[in-house]
């Protein structure tokens, strides 16, 4: 597990051959089960969970009926950032579909990190400004795209969610009934 994230971390930072490693050594590991609530709505949460195997989902309860917001897998972090840096309540659930290993961070012990590794940071930044980029690019894609687009990009982009994701949940994330994805699916496998 180790060596799989060390070697992506030497894929996307400028850090030399043995500083990822050295940075490894210092976190702890979690497992969590399917079903495991990681952030509650409601809540003020301090931790991040960055993912090394498995899926977490984010979704907000609107008048009783769960609205599927993001989808989180492999080598994607998973805040509520107004939590973590305002001390706001979080607006969503995040909520492990899959078996979950990850890193936990603390703010802290981030800090500390920083102190003991400074080539840690750019590493951190690294993660964060891949994650924000490519959550950038799928909000423009999907605010800009029609429904049958909108899954398109998804079977370009993320097709492992299609196997891994139930289709309510997914036609909620594209923001149509599962009727309308079973359509879109018709169709378009018709062409």
């Known amino acids: 597990m180790r060596q799989k994230l060390i070697n992506y ?8 051959h043995p500083e990822p490693a050295e940075v490894m050594d210092q976190p702890d590991f979690k497992s969590y089960e399917k079903g495991t609530v990681l952030i ?6 301090t931790k991040c969970y960055y993912i090394i195997e498995g899926l977490v989902r984010q979704y907000s309860l609107e ?16 805040m ?20 979950v290993t990850c890193i936990v961070g603390d703010p802290t012990e981030e800090q500390e990190m920083y102190a003991k590794y400074p080539k840690s940071e750019t590493l951190t930044r690294s993660m964060m ?3 924000f980029g490519q959550t950038q690019e799928e909000f423009a894609d999907f605010v800009t795209s ?15 969610l299609l196997q891994r994701v ?21 169709r378009i496998a018709g062409k």
């Open 129 to 131: 400004e891949h994650d």
């Open 146 to 160: 029609s429904p049958e687009k909108r899954y398109l990009n998804l079977l370009q982009n993320r097709p492992d």
């Open 9 to 16: 971390f030497a894929e996307i930072s400028t850090l030399s």
């Open 80 to 99: 509520s950032i107004p939590s973590i840096t305002e001390q706001k309540h979080s607006k969503y659930y995040f909520v492990c579909l899959e078996p």
């Open 40 to 45: 509650s709505e409601g809540q003020v949460h």
């Open 63 to 78: 008048d009783g009926v769960e609205k599927s917001v993001g989808f989180f897998t492999e080598y994607q972090t998973v």
């Open 166 to 186: 139930p289709q309510h949940q997914l036609a909620s994330y594209l923001g149509i009934t599962p009727e309308s994805l079973s359509r879109i699916r018709k």
